[in-house]
T-cell receptor
């Protein structure tokens, strides 16, 4: 069964460094999402992406964040200058354009900012 | 106001018994979708069940059913015949609007522990 994959599974970085989190959505899906979950808290929406542009973003998704679909299969989240409070699990999700409404989530990348 | 409210931070259930996890939602949009996801200790998010706002019947998927009460804006998850592997966090989520790329709003989750 096709699934969303994410790499790396765990990333440790120093405060102020740039990180890129990578996702490969399910191949026939057209909508892509990033969410984050701070330890012990609820899942929070960051951004949605469709047709090579951002369709919706939350207040969390400020100028230090960016997303890209560089090659038609990967979907990346870049954090330009990481802060301690960026430490969280980051989930990528994708969904088909029509029909059934669920979003398929990847396994997540745990980001630790020191 | 919170879009999704889960009032049970933790629940315990005996193995083979049924359990209901509560979820209420808040929206003024007539078109929305309601979802339940399971998050085991390994961290991944596993889709369980979906209910559309216009669906006439309650959704069922194996041992999972969704008790959808539209007037009360509740979408409780019922797990029948609980198994030890059901121990996990359970999140209720909602998408507002038509079937497009709209974001999901998640609740704070309920931690379910199944007791042997």
């Amino acid at each position: 069964e096709p699934e969303v994959t994410q790499t790396p599974s765990h990333q440790v970085t120093q405060m102020g460094q740039e990180v890129i989190l990578r996702c490969v959505p399910i191949s026939n899906h057209l909508y892509f999402y990033w969410y984050r979950q701070i330890l012990g808290q609820k899942v929070e929406f960051l951004v949605s992406f469709y047709n090579n542009e951002i369709s919706e973003k939350s207040e969390i998704f400020d100028d230090q964040f960016s997303v890209e679909r560089p090659d038609g299969s990967n979907f990346t989240l870049k954090i330009r200058s990481t802060k301690l409070e960026d430490s969280a699990m980051y989930f990528c999700a994708s969904r088909r354009r029509q029909g059934y409404g669920e979003q398929f989530f990847g396994p997540g990348t745990r980001l630790t900012v020191l | 106001a919170q879009k999704i409210t889960q009032t049970q931070p933790g629940m315990f259930v005996q193995e083979k018994e049924a359990v209901t996890l509560d979820c209420t939602y808040d929206t003024s949009d007539p078109s929305y979708g309601l979802f339940w996801y399971k998050q085991p200790s390994s961290g991944e998010m596993i889709f369980l069940i979906y209910q559309g706002s216009y669906d006439q019947q309650n959704a069922t998927e194996g041992r999972y059913s969704l008790n959808f009460q539209k007037a009360r804006k509740s979408a409780n998850l019922v797990i029948s015949a609980s198994q030890l592997g059901d121990s996990a966090m359970y999140f209720c989520a909602m998408r507002e609007g038509p079937d497009t790329g709209n974001q999901f709003y998640f609740g704070t989750g309920t931690s379910l522990t199944v007791i042997p």
